[in-house]
């Protein structure tokens, strides 16, 4: 199994992006996924999660600027990102399972957003 997650850069304050992550090697698609987010320095926080039944969570520093989405059929999920912030700089993770089968989350590599003037 492996993620791959894309999409992260060098973004100026109040920019946009879009974070990809896919998921492949996999017997099913996942219904449970996650990004998460590592500032330097800190440990890995939660940015946005959203299950099976297609409930979302987001980080309360993140509400209303950031929107977690799947594509089942290409078993991918995407994080889109608003208003982005100095704060909102760090190395970005995705993380999937599939509940039908394991509570074993797998984890991509990351990517690298930087969020300056």
């Known amino acids: 199994v492996q993620l791959q997650a894309s999409g992260g850069g060098l973004v100026q304050i109040g920019g946009s992006l879009r974070l990809t992550c896919e998921a492949s090697?996999?017997?099913?698609?996942?219904?449970?996924w996650a990004w998460y987010r590592q500032a330097p320095g800190n440990q890995r926080d939660l940015v946005a999660a959203?299950?099976?039944?297609?409930?979302?969570h987001y980080a309360d520093s993140v509400k209303g600027r950031a929107t977690i989405s799947v594509d089942n059929a290409r078993n991918t999920v995407y994080l889109q990102m608003n208003s982005l912030k100095p704060e909102d700089t760090g190395v970005y993770y995705c993380?999937?399972?599939?509940?039908?089968?394991?509570?074993?989350?797998?984890w991509g590599k990351g990517t690298l957003v930087t969020v300056s003037s």
């Open positions: 090697g996999t017997a099913s698609s996942f219904d449970n």
């Open positions: 993380k999937g399972y599939d509940s039908r089968r394991s509570s074993v989350p797998n």
């Open positions: 959203i299950a099976s039944d297609g409930n979302t």
